[in-house]
């Protein structure tokens, strides 16, 4: 079965300095990962993803992920934190091709950007 | 294009009530997914539906059901309210082709039901 973990519930950085959040997955095949962020009262909105292309995914609002195989890890990373980022982050793998569309959550990282 | 609409965004019910929540998705997009948000239990799949059959489903009981309409509409019922149903109520849309790819789900704004 997929799933992931994040390790981290909650992390605060200061403004402007890097954001580190940990995501490991388990999955039986070579899986489709994501980051979703979801800001106070809102829907979830896509950062990025990766889908067995490059290993280092670049997504929206200077963040970026890398697959790492060996480690069975994608952790979300941007060089320079802003007050905007302050969200919950969520690590998902799909099911495998073939077998269903279904999302698997994480727990979910909250986002602490201190000014 | 348009993004993925929920409607309400907001419902207040009482115990013992059923709810219809409703769901558009991205045009052109022909998979709708369910997920349930609580504090405590965090997102969990509900059930997708694809080309208006339910293809597939979650841990949840019986009261939860939903269809798909020709348009690719969703509606989502949940029966015989309880306290614990109170949530946000995500809707997904993506591609979702047969046999499915790892598609891309986007998430509309949510319902949020609050059962008292």
């Known amino acids: 079965a997929q799933s992931v973990t994040q390790l981290d519930s909650h992390v605060s950085v200061s403004e402007g300095t890097p954001v580190l959040l940990r995501c490991n997955y388990s999955?039986?095949?070579?899986?489709?990962l994501f980051w979703y962020v979801q800001h106070p009262n809102k829907g979830l909105q896509l950062l990025l993803k990766?889908?067995?292309?490059?290993?280092l995914v670049k997504g929206i609002n200077g963040f970026e992920a890398e697959f790492k195989k060996s480690e069975t890890s994608f952790h979300l990373t941007k060089p320079s934190a802003h007050m905007s980022d302050a969200a919950e982050y969520f690590c998902?793998?799909?099911?495998?091709?073939?077998?269903?569309?279904?999302?698997?959550f994480g727990t979910g990282t909250s986002l602490t950007v201190i000014p | 294009k348009a993004g993925v609409t929920q409607t309400p965004r907001y419902l207040i019910k009482t115990r013992g009530q059923q709810v219809t929540l409703s769901c558009s998705p991205i045009?052109?997009?022909?998979?709708v997914s369910w997920y349930q948000q609580t504090p405590g239990q965090g997102l969990q799949f509900l059930f997708e539906?694809?080309?208006?059959?339910?293809?597939n489903k979650g841990n949840f009981p019986g009261r939860f059901s939903g269809r798909q309409f020709s348009n690719s509409r969703s509606e989502m019922n949940v029966s015989t309210l309880e306290l614990g149903d109170s949530a946000l109520y995500l809707c997904?849309?993506?591609?979702?082709?047969?046999?499915?790819?790892?598609?891309?789900?986007?998430f509309g704004p949510g319902t949020r039901l609050l059962v008292l």
């Open positions: 997904a849309s993506s591609l979702g082709d047969y046999p499915p790819p790892r598609g891309t789900q986007y």
């Open positions: 999955s039986s095949y070579s899986p489709s």
């Open positions: 990766y889908t067995s292309a490059a290993t």
């Open positions: 998902v793998v799909s099911d495998p091709p073939n077998t269903g569309n279904q999302f698997y």
């Open positions: 045009s052109g997009h022909r998979s």
């Open positions: 539906y694809f080309s208006e059959t339910q293809r």
